[in-house]
């Protein structure tokens, strides 16, 4: 595949498909990935609700399940924390650290999650609805079947992280990096990638219907077939 820079100036009405060369990026775009099954969360689980728990360091802790909704985590370190299935439904988490975190199936919805840093974290099926994710860095992590709708990603890194069959419907990537990432599958209807850069990452097969994009740079990515 000829490499290309492809500055693209459009709104797209309909859905636009795109195609990415995998093997340009060590991409497998045909690779099957499994959706992840949430645990029932049952039974006792820890209650943090509205706790203020800022500047705390609660790396390695095992929070899974917990109740931590409101809770303020601001500037708190949660290396490798596990925090699967847990609530944190506006919970202020701007500039926490959540490297290596396991936050498989948590819910996050409105959550502020401005300059935290997620390199390496694992959100497979988090629900990251409305959140403020401004700056935030995801650099690495692993977002598939995710749902990022409304969120706001701008000036967020995305380089290298798995978002395929995310639902980011009405994402603000204002700015945003996101080097080659792949997004196979994803639905981006509506979201605005105004200068952007998506250079290298898979899009193939994701739903761009409605899409905003104004200076956003593409390199290495070239089309299936004429956009609609």
Known sequence: MSKSILIIIARFSRPLFLCLS??????????????????????????????????????????????????????????????????????????????????????????????????????????????????????????????LSGADMARSVLSSAKVPYALLKKTKFYRAVAIAANFYGADLEGSEFTRADFSWSNLTQANLSGAIFQGTRYVGVEFNSSPP
Request: charge should be negative; charged fraction near 20%.
């Open 22 to 147: 995998a093997s340009a990026v060590g991409l497998d775009a045909s690779a099957e990935v499994i959706k992840p099954v949430c645990p029932a969360c049952t039974g006792e689980k820890e209650n943090l609700a509205g706790a203020d728990l800022r500047r705390m360091n609660l790396n390695g802790r095992n929070l899974e399940c917990a109740n931590m909704e409101g809770a303020n985590l601001s500037r708190s370190s949660l290396i490798t924390a596990n925090l699967r299935g847990a609530t944190l439904s506006k919970a202020d988490m701007g500039r926490t650290q959540l490297m290596g975190a396991n936050l498989e199936c948590a819910t996050m919805t409105g959550a502020n999650l401005k300059g935290a840093k997620l390199q390496g974290a694992n959100l497979q099926e988090v629900d990251l609805t409305d959140a403020d994710l401004h700056s935030a860095n995801f650099a690495g992590a692993n977002l598939s079947y995710a749902t």
